[in-house]
């Protein structure tokens, strides 16, 4: 069991930058893959980016590929994203999520992940 704890959210102009983390407790952080979702107001929950239980392996969204960079410290039971080119359609909460699994499969749906923090929110102002 992992549980996960999300920061570094904030307002923002467009065309800036934020860093998010996602920090984990327990032992074994390096035994889940990640992600991160968010989720606009009156909107479903969206997967963003993912990265493998080793970090060798990302995936992203169309939406922010190029944009956004997501990495993961598993000495530091941290994980990242790094967030360029900020526009207002990215204003939302952040999610990161956890799922147990050391494989090369892309979960991108919210519902297969088993593990969530309580979100941190991000303001892209115009």
């Known amino acids: 069991q992992v549980q996960l704890v999300e920061s570094g959210g904030g307002l923002v102009q467009a065309g800036g930058s934020l860093r998010l983390s996602c920090v984990g407790s327990?032992?074994?952080?390096?035994?889940?893959?990640m992600a991160w979702f968010r989720q606009a107001p009156g909107k479903e929950r969206e997967f963003v980016a993912a990265i493998s239980w080793s970090g060798g392996s990302t995936y992203y969204a169309d939406s922010v590929k190029g944009r956004f960079t997501i990495s993961r410290d598993n000495a530091k039971n941290t994980m990242y994203l790094q967030m360029t080119s900020l526009n207002p359609e990215d204003t939302a909460d952040y999610y990161c999520a956890a799922i147990e699994y050391n494989g090369s499969y892309y979960y991108t749906q919210a519902w297969e992940y088993d593990y969530w923090g309580q979100g941190t929110q991000v303001t892209v102002s115009s």
């Open positions: 327990g032992r074994t952080f390096s035994s889940y893959a």
